[in-house]
């Protein structure tokens, strides 16, 4: 069994930072990817950042130049900067990967920190 748990979210005023954090446990042979994905009231689930073996990251564009995501080994942390209103949502952390060699590729989630940034 893989479990994500998130830690980090909170209020907080526009411009603003918070920092979240993800660590991973459990039954893991190979991570390919992890990442942050948020889902704001009334919306889908978007992809906010991810990191790829070899340190690859990719960002949504809306929040390029403002959001960092760094990754250690089963942990992958979001360093959010000047935080606007419509960053509000929940956060979710996932992983994918697999469980033992050759196994097939899944997507794991953790359960999810609210964030709001409002004055």
């Known amino acids: 069994q893989v479990r994500l748990v998130e830690s980090g979210g909170g209020l907080v005023q526009p411009g603003g930072s918070l920092r979240l954090s993800c660590a991973a446990s459990g039954n893991i042979y190979s991570i390919n990817a992890m990442a942050w994905y948020r889902q704001a009231p009334g919306k889908e689930r978007e992809l906010v950042a991810d990191?790829?073996?070899?340190?690859t990251t990719n960002y949504a564009d809306s929040v390029k130049g403002r959001f960092t995501i760094s990754g250690d080994n089963r942990a992958v942390s979001l360093q959010m900067n000047s935080l606007k209103p419509e960053d509000t949502g929940v956060y979710y952390c996932n992983l994918r990967g697999q469980r033992w060699y050759r196994g097939t590729t899944s997507d794991y989630w953790g359960q999810g920190t609210q964030v709001t940034v409002s004055s």
């Open positions: 990191i790829a073996k070899g340190d």
